[in-house]
Protein backbone atom coordinates (compact mmCIF):
# COMPACT_ATOMS: atom_id res chain seq x y z
CA UNK A 1 0.00 0.00 0.00
CA UNK A 2 1.36 3.33 -1.11
CA UNK A 3 2.27 6.04 1.82
CA UNK A 4 -0.67 7.95 0.31
CA UNK A 5 -2.92 5.07 0.14
CA UNK A 6 -2.41 5.06 3.79
CA UNK A 7 -3.14 8.52 4.41
CA UNK A 8 -6.71 7.91 2.70
CA UNK A 9 -6.94 5.03 4.83
CA UNK A 10 -6.38 7.03 8.11
CA UNK A 11 -8.94 9.70 7.01
CA UNK A 12 -11.43 7.47 6.19
CA UNK A 13 -10.53 5.95 9.95
CA UNK A 14 -10.62 8.76 11.62
CA UNK A 15 -13.99 10.54 9.68
CA UNK A 16 -15.61 7.53 11.79
CA UNK A 17 -14.44 9.33 14.89
CA UNK A 18 -15.75 12.30 13.52
CA UNK A 19 -12.19 14.11 12.66
CA UNK A 20 -10.68 16.03 9.82
CA UNK A 21 -7.71 14.76 8.00
CA UNK A 22 -4.68 14.99 9.86
CA UNK A 23 -2.22 17.69 8.83
CA UNK A 24 0.24 16.50 7.05
CA UNK A 25 4.50 17.04 8.24
CA UNK A 26 5.79 13.67 6.44
CA UNK A 27 7.77 15.18 3.32
CA UNK A 28 7.30 11.75 1.95
CA UNK A 29 3.97 12.12 1.66
CA UNK A 30 3.56 15.41 0.28
CA UNK A 31 5.97 14.16 -2.12
CA UNK A 32 3.58 11.61 -3.49
CA UNK A 33 1.32 14.07 -3.42
CA UNK A 34 2.64 16.46 -5.98
CA UNK A 35 3.74 13.53 -8.33
CA UNK A 36 -0.47 13.39 -7.87
CA UNK A 37 -0.58 16.80 -8.39
CA UNK A 38 1.30 16.80 -11.33
CA UNK A 39 -0.13 14.11 -13.40
CA UNK A 40 -3.86 15.96 -14.48
CA UNK A 41 -4.98 12.72 -15.52
CA UNK A 42 -4.82 11.32 -11.73
CA UNK A 43 -7.65 10.40 -10.28
CA UNK A 44 -6.84 11.98 -7.02
CA UNK A 45 -5.58 15.31 -7.95
CA UNK A 46 -8.17 17.57 -7.10
CA UNK A 47 -7.71 15.89 -4.13
CA UNK A 48 -4.31 16.12 -3.66
CA UNK A 49 -4.39 19.93 -4.38
CA UNK A 50 -6.51 20.68 -1.61
CA UNK A 51 -4.54 18.55 0.30
CA UNK A 52 -1.37 20.84 -0.31
CA UNK A 53 -3.12 23.70 -0.25
CA UNK A 54 -4.98 23.55 2.79
CA UNK A 55 -3.40 20.99 5.13
CA UNK A 56 0.44 20.91 5.32
CA UNK A 57 1.62 21.99 8.30
CA UNK A 58 3.99 24.84 8.06
CA UNK A 59 7.44 25.55 10.17
CA UNK A 60 10.43 23.15 9.82
CA UNK A 61 8.67 19.79 9.35
CA UNK A 62 9.84 17.98 6.23
CA UNK A 63 6.51 18.52 4.59
CA UNK A 64 7.09 21.90 4.42
CA UNK A 65 10.83 21.57 3.29
CA UNK A 66 9.02 20.02 0.16
CA UNK A 67 6.00 22.67 -0.28
CA UNK A 68 7.83 25.20 0.05
CA UNK A 69 10.62 23.60 -3.06
CA UNK A 70 7.30 23.02 -5.17
CA UNK A 71 6.14 26.58 -4.45
CA UNK A 72 9.74 27.90 -5.24
CA UNK A 73 9.52 25.50 -8.61
CA UNK A 74 5.55 27.40 -9.79
CA UNK A 75 7.23 31.10 -8.91
CA UNK A 76 10.14 30.10 -11.16
CA UNK A 77 7.71 28.79 -13.65
CA UNK A 78 9.64 25.24 -13.62
CA UNK A 79 6.34 24.20 -13.11
CA UNK A 80 2.73 25.98 -14.34
CA UNK A 81 0.31 24.62 -12.44
CA UNK A 82 -3.51 26.46 -12.95
CA UNK A 83 -4.59 25.93 -9.63
CA UNK A 84 -1.57 27.90 -8.11
CA UNK A 85 -0.23 30.50 -10.04
CA UNK A 86 2.71 32.31 -9.04
CA UNK A 87 1.11 35.21 -7.08
CA UNK A 88 -0.64 32.25 -5.28
CA UNK A 89 2.07 30.52 -4.27
CA UNK A 90 3.57 33.44 -2.93
CA UNK A 91 0.73 34.03 -0.87
CA UNK A 92 1.32 30.50 0.31
CA UNK A 93 4.75 30.92 1.10
CA UNK A 94 3.32 33.80 3.74
CA UNK A 95 1.50 31.58 5.39
CA UNK A 96 4.26 29.38 6.43
CA UNK A 97 5.86 31.82 8.80
CA UNK A 98 9.44 30.42 8.98
CA UNK A 99 11.84 27.95 8.74
CA UNK A 100 12.05 26.16 4.66
CA UNK A 101 9.65 29.04 3.70
CA UNK A 102 11.69 32.10 4.73
CA UNK A 103 14.89 30.38 3.30
CA UNK A 104 13.16 30.50 -0.41
CA UNK A 105 12.13 33.78 0.01
CA UNK A 106 15.28 34.68 0.57
CA UNK A 107 16.61 33.02 -2.56
CA UNK A 108 13.87 35.21 -4.97
CA UNK A 109 14.40 38.03 -3.12
CA UNK A 110 18.77 37.83 -3.49
CA UNK A 111 17.93 36.01 -7.34
CA UNK A 112 18.04 37.28 -10.81
CA UNK A 113 14.70 37.94 -11.66
CA UNK A 114 13.66 41.59 -10.42
CA UNK A 115 9.66 41.28 -10.54
CA UNK A 116 10.48 37.75 -8.06
CA UNK A 117 12.79 39.91 -6.02
CA UNK A 118 9.86 42.43 -5.49
CA UNK A 119 7.68 39.69 -4.38
CA UNK A 120 9.67 38.09 -2.55
CA UNK A 121 10.93 40.73 -0.41
CA UNK A 122 7.31 42.14 0.36
CA UNK A 123 6.38 38.91 1.85
CA UNK A 124 9.78 39.06 3.59
CA UNK A 125 8.77 42.36 5.37
CA UNK A 126 5.89 41.00 6.97
CA UNK A 127 7.72 37.50 8.37
CA UNK A 128 9.56 37.68 11.90
CA UNK A 129 10.87 34.12 12.47
CA UNK A 130 14.34 34.66 10.77
CA UNK A 131 16.98 32.03 11.82
CA UNK A 132 20.28 33.82 12.24
CA UNK A 133 21.53 31.92 9.17
CA UNK A 134 18.65 33.85 7.34
CA UNK A 135 19.97 37.06 9.29
CA UNK A 136 23.48 36.73 8.15
CA UNK A 137 22.41 36.10 4.36
CA UNK A 138 20.75 38.97 4.11
CA UNK A 139 23.82 41.26 5.86
CA UNK A 140 26.29 39.63 4.07
CA UNK A 141 24.46 40.65 0.64
CA UNK A 142 23.51 44.32 2.36
CA UNK A 143 27.31 44.76 2.43
CA UNK A 144 27.59 43.46 -1.27
CA UNK A 145 25.40 46.62 -2.05
CA UNK A 146 22.26 44.49 -2.95
CA UNK A 147 19.65 46.76 -2.87
CA UNK A 148 16.60 44.44 -2.13
CA UNK A 149 18.54 43.68 0.68
CA UNK A 150 18.47 47.20 1.86
CA UNK A 151 15.26 47.38 1.53
CA UNK A 152 14.19 44.65 3.93
CA UNK A 153 16.40 45.29 6.22
CA UNK A 154 15.28 49.38 6.43
CA UNK A 155 11.89 47.75 6.81
CA UNK A 156 13.29 45.24 9.76
CA UNK A 157 14.73 48.29 11.30
CA UNK A 158 11.60 50.25 11.50
CA UNK A 159 9.80 47.60 12.25
CA UNK A 160 7.02 47.39 9.38
CA UNK A 161 6.33 43.85 10.29
CA UNK A 162 4.57 45.04 13.35
CA UNK A 163 3.71 49.04 12.62
CA UNK A 164 1.70 47.85 9.32
CA UNK A 165 -0.61 45.23 11.22
CA UNK A 166 -3.73 46.30 11.55
CA UNK A 167 -4.74 47.67 15.00
CA UNK A 168 -7.21 45.85 17.38
CA UNK A 169 -10.49 46.20 17.01
CA UNK A 170 -11.62 49.23 19.75
CA UNK A 171 -14.92 46.92 20.14
CA UNK A 172 -15.16 43.82 20.88
CA UNK A 173 -17.94 41.47 21.32
CA UNK A 174 -18.09 38.67 23.30
CA UNK A 175 -20.55 36.32 24.30
CA UNK A 176 -20.03 34.66 27.95
CA UNK A 177 -19.82 30.99 28.68
CA UNK A 178 -19.10 29.66 31.95
CA UNK A 179 -17.29 26.65 32.12
CA UNK A 180 -17.46 26.10 36.03
CA UNK A 181 -18.03 27.28 39.05
CA UNK A 182 -15.32 27.93 41.69
CA UNK A 183 -11.03 27.51 40.21
CA UNK A 184 -10.84 26.16 36.85
CA UNK A 185 -7.61 23.81 36.82
CA UNK A 186 -5.77 23.50 33.05
CA UNK A 187 -6.34 19.67 33.83
CA UNK A 188 -9.70 20.51 33.22
CA UNK A 189 -9.04 22.34 29.92
CA UNK A 190 -6.32 19.59 28.38
CA UNK A 191 -6.61 16.34 30.91
CA UNK A 192 -3.02 15.37 31.89
CA UNK A 193 -4.17 11.29 30.91
CA UNK A 194 -4.71 13.01 27.34
CA UNK A 195 -1.37 13.93 26.99
CA UNK A 196 -0.71 11.41 23.87
CA UNK A 197 -2.66 13.11 22.14
CA UNK A 198 -1.05 16.71 21.89
CA UNK A 199 0.66 16.42 18.80
CA UNK A 200 -2.95 15.96 17.16
CA UNK A 201 -4.64 19.19 17.55
CA UNK A 202 -8.03 18.09 16.63
CA UNK A 203 -7.97 14.90 18.50
CA UNK A 204 -6.42 16.78 21.84
CA UNK A 205 -9.62 19.11 21.52
CA UNK A 206 -11.97 16.91 22.26
CA UNK A 207 -10.49 16.40 25.58
CA UNK A 208 -11.76 19.97 26.57
CA UNK A 209 -14.37 19.93 29.59
CA UNK A 210 -12.21 16.51 30.29
CA UNK A 211 -14.61 15.16 27.38
CA UNK A 212 -17.75 16.73 28.67
CA UNK A 213 -19.79 16.38 25.20
CA UNK A 214 -22.65 18.25 26.79
CA UNK A 215 -20.01 21.45 27.38
CA UNK A 216 -18.47 21.30 24.21
CA UNK A 217 -22.23 21.15 22.38
CA UNK A 218 -22.83 24.03 24.59
CA UNK A 219 -19.98 26.06 22.55
CA UNK A 220 -21.03 25.23 19.01
CA UNK A 221 -24.70 26.09 19.95
CA UNK A 222 -23.31 29.67 21.28
CA UNK A 223 -21.02 30.01 18.57
CA UNK A 224 -24.33 28.88 16.02
CA UNK A 225 -26.04 31.48 17.66
CA UNK A 226 -23.47 34.32 17.88
CA UNK A 227 -21.51 33.80 14.73
CA UNK A 228 -20.53 37.73 15.31
CA UNK A 229 -18.77 37.34 18.44
CA UNK A 230 -16.32 35.99 20.67
CA UNK A 231 -16.78 33.24 23.15
CA UNK A 232 -15.58 34.12 26.47
CA UNK A 233 -14.99 31.11 28.74
CA UNK A 234 -15.11 31.94 33.01
CA UNK A 235 -14.48 30.65 36.11
CA UNK A 236 -17.58 32.41 37.67
CA UNK A 237 -16.34 32.59 41.67
CA UNK A 238 -12.97 31.35 40.64
CA UNK A 239 -9.57 31.93 38.82
CA UNK A 240 -8.87 30.73 35.15
CA UNK A 241 -6.17 28.50 34.37
CA UNK A 242 -4.86 27.14 38.22
CA UNK A 243 -2.64 24.30 38.08
CA UNK A 244 0.68 23.46 36.39
CA UNK A 245 1.19 25.39 33.00
CA UNK A 246 0.55 23.62 30.10
CA UNK A 247 0.23 25.30 26.62
CA UNK A 248 -2.45 22.85 25.18
CA UNK A 249 -5.00 23.75 27.56
CA UNK A 250 -4.81 27.25 26.09
CA UNK A 251 -4.49 25.55 22.62
CA UNK A 252 -7.74 23.59 23.13
CA UNK A 253 -9.53 27.20 24.62
CA UNK A 254 -8.55 28.41 20.85
CA UNK A 255 -9.26 25.88 18.73
CA UNK A 256 -13.12 25.79 20.27
CA UNK A 257 -13.41 29.61 20.75
CA UNK A 258 -10.63 31.43 18.65
CA UNK A 259 -9.72 32.63 15.85
CA UNK A 260 -8.04 30.55 13.04
CA UNK A 261 -4.38 31.82 12.47
CA UNK A 262 -4.34 30.97 8.56
CA UNK A 263 -6.91 29.76 6.08
CA UNK A 264 -4.10 28.04 4.91
CA UNK A 265 -2.88 25.92 7.96
CA UNK A 266 -5.28 23.39 9.52
CA UNK A 267 -6.04 23.81 13.61
CA UNK A 268 -3.49 26.83 14.35
CA UNK A 269 -6.06 29.17 16.30
CA UNK A 270 -5.51 32.28 18.15
CA UNK A 271 -6.79 34.97 20.17
CA UNK A 272 -9.22 33.28 22.69
CA UNK A 273 -10.93 35.23 25.12
CA UNK A 274 -10.99 33.79 28.75
CA UNK A 275 -11.97 35.30 32.20
CA UNK A 276 -12.34 34.05 36.07
CA UNK A 277 -13.85 36.36 38.89
CA UNK A 278 -10.65 36.15 40.37
CA UNK A 279 -8.85 36.55 37.37
CA UNK A 280 -6.23 34.32 35.40
CA UNK A 281 -3.52 31.94 37.09
CA UNK A 282 -0.02 33.99 36.24
CA UNK A 283 1.63 31.08 34.38
CA UNK A 284 -2.07 30.45 32.19
CA UNK A 285 -2.00 34.07 31.53
CA UNK A 286 1.17 34.00 29.86
CA UNK A 287 0.25 30.94 27.58
CA UNK A 288 -2.91 33.35 26.54
CA UNK A 289 -0.42 35.81 25.61
CA UNK A 290 1.13 33.54 23.33
CA UNK A 291 -1.63 33.45 21.31
CA UNK A 292 -2.22 36.95 21.07
CA UNK A 293 -4.95 36.19 23.49
CA UNK A 294 -7.15 38.72 26.58
CA UNK A 295 -7.58 37.59 29.70
CA UNK A 296 -10.07 39.09 32.04
CA UNK A 297 -9.85 39.62 35.88
CA UNK A 298 -13.68 39.98 36.14
CA UNK A 299 -14.22 40.99 39.99
CA UNK A 300 -17.85 40.26 39.68
CA UNK A 301 -18.69 38.86 42.91
CA UNK A 302 -17.74 40.49 46.02
CA UNK A 303 -17.51 40.14 49.44
CA UNK A 304 -20.06 41.39 51.57
CA UNK A 305 -18.69 43.35 54.81
CA UNK A 306 -20.17 44.25 58.17
CA UNK A 307 -20.72 48.17 59.41
CA UNK A 308 -17.43 47.55 60.86
CA UNK A 309 -15.72 46.52 57.89
CA UNK A 310 -15.43 42.77 58.82
CA UNK A 311 -16.02 40.04 55.95
CA UNK A 312 -19.46 38.83 56.84
CA UNK A 313 -19.27 35.06 57.35
CA UNK A 314 -21.72 31.86 56.42
CA UNK A 315 -22.29 28.92 58.82
CA UNK A 316 -19.55 27.21 57.06
CA UNK A 317 -16.67 29.96 57.93
CA UNK A 318 -16.47 30.99 54.26
CA UNK A 319 -17.14 34.78 53.36
CA UNK A 320 -20.96 35.57 51.73
CA UNK A 321 -20.43 36.77 48.37
CA UNK A 322 -22.65 39.34 46.56
CA UNK A 323 -22.91 39.19 42.93
CA UNK A 324 -21.93 42.67 41.68
CA UNK A 325 -22.87 41.58 37.93
CA UNK A 326 -23.83 38.97 35.69
CA UNK A 327 -21.90 36.75 33.72
CA UNK A 328 -24.18 33.94 33.34
CA UNK A 329 -23.94 31.99 30.06
CA UNK A 330 -25.56 33.51 26.74
CA UNK A 331 -24.81 37.09 28.07
CA UNK A 332 -23.22 39.56 25.50
CA UNK A 333 -20.61 42.04 26.45
CA UNK A 334 -18.57 44.54 24.94
CA UNK A 335 -14.82 45.11 25.31
CA UNK A 336 -13.85 48.46 24.60
CA UNK A 337 -10.00 48.17 23.75
CA UNK A 338 -9.68 51.87 24.16
CA UNK A 339 -11.56 53.32 27.01
CA UNK A 340 -10.25 49.52 28.60
CA UNK A 341 -13.59 48.98 30.42
CA UNK A 342 -15.74 45.91 29.80
CA UNK A 343 -19.62 46.78 28.81
CA UNK A 344 -23.14 45.30 28.93
CA UNK A 345 -24.95 47.19 26.56
CA UNK A 346 -24.33 50.73 27.37
CA UNK A 347 -23.48 49.76 31.43
CA UNK A 348 -20.13 50.26 32.47
CA UNK A 349 -18.94 47.21 34.71
CA UNK A 350 -15.28 46.99 35.03
CA UNK A 351 -12.59 48.55 34.59
CA UNK A 352 -9.79 46.15 32.75
CA UNK A 353 -6.90 48.06 32.07
CA UNK A 354 -4.52 45.85 33.71
CA UNK A 355 -5.36 43.21 30.90
CA UNK A 356 -4.51 45.66 28.29
CA UNK A 357 -1.12 46.97 29.13
CA UNK A 358 0.61 48.29 26.40
CA UNK A 359 2.88 44.95 26.11
CA UNK A 360 -0.50 42.71 25.76
CA UNK A 361 -1.80 45.18 23.34
CA UNK A 362 1.17 44.72 21.77
CA UNK A 363 0.70 40.56 21.96
CA UNK A 364 -2.72 41.03 20.50
CA UNK A 365 -2.22 42.80 17.61
CA UNK A 366 0.84 40.85 16.66
CA UNK A 367 -1.50 37.26 16.74
CA UNK A 368 1.07 36.41 20.14
CA UNK A 369 3.81 37.10 22.32
CA UNK A 370 6.31 35.08 19.96
CA UNK A 371 5.99 37.50 16.97
CA UNK A 372 6.88 40.30 19.30
CA UNK A 373 9.96 39.18 20.96
CA UNK A 374 11.17 37.48 17.34
CA UNK A 375 10.24 41.01 16.10
CA UNK A 376 12.12 43.10 18.91
CA UNK A 377 15.35 40.82 17.94
CA UNK A 378 15.16 41.64 14.05
CA UNK A 379 14.34 45.17 14.20
CA UNK A 380 17.95 45.29 16.58
CA UNK A 381 19.71 43.06 14.33
CA UNK A 382 18.88 45.33 11.24
CA UNK A 383 19.33 48.93 12.91
CA UNK A 384 22.87 47.15 13.98
CA UNK A 385 23.50 46.19 10.32
CA UNK A 386 22.47 49.97 9.32
CA UNK A 387 24.65 51.45 12.12
CA UNK A 388 21.71 53.09 13.17
CA UNK A 389 19.89 53.68 16.40
CA UNK A 390 16.92 50.93 17.02
CA UNK A 391 13.80 53.31 16.28
CA UNK A 392 11.24 53.49 19.13
CA UNK A 393 7.94 51.04 18.27
CA UNK A 394 7.52 48.92 21.13
CA UNK A 395 6.62 49.88 24.53
CA UNK A 396 9.50 49.62 26.73
CA UNK A 397 9.42 46.64 29.24
CA UNK A 398 8.31 47.78 32.70
CA UNK A 399 11.11 47.65 35.10
CA UNK A 400 10.73 46.65 38.54
CA UNK A 401 12.81 47.31 41.89
CA UNK A 402 12.89 47.08 45.55
CA UNK A 403 15.07 50.00 47.15
CA UNK A 404 15.43 49.34 51.11
CA UNK A 405 16.16 52.49 53.12
Known sequence: MSIYKQYIKEIQDRKVEGLNPKPIDDGKLLSEIIKQIKDVDHIDREDSIKFFIYNVIP????????????????????????????TFAFELLSHMKGGPSIEVLIDLALGNDPFNA????????NQVFLYEADMERLEEAYKNGNTVAREIIVSYSNAEFFTK??????????????AGVGDISTDFLSPGSDAHSRSDRELH????????????????????KHPDKTI???????????????????????????????PYVPFINIAPVVAGTNGISPIFLTTVSVTGGIGLDLKNWV????????VVLDPNGDPILKEVYSVKTGTVLTINTKSKKLYNGNEELIDISEAFTPQKMEFMKAGGSYAVVFGKKLQAFAAEVLGVEVPVVFAPSKEISHKTQ
Open 59 to 86: GTTSAAVVKSKFLKDIILRNYSLEEISP
Open 118 to 125: IDAANVLK
Open 165 to 178: LPDIDEEIKVVTYV
Open 205 to 224: GKSMFEHNTEQQNEVLALQE
Open 232 to 262: MLIADKGTMGVGSSRMSGVNNVALWTGKQAS
Open 303 to 310: KIKDADGN
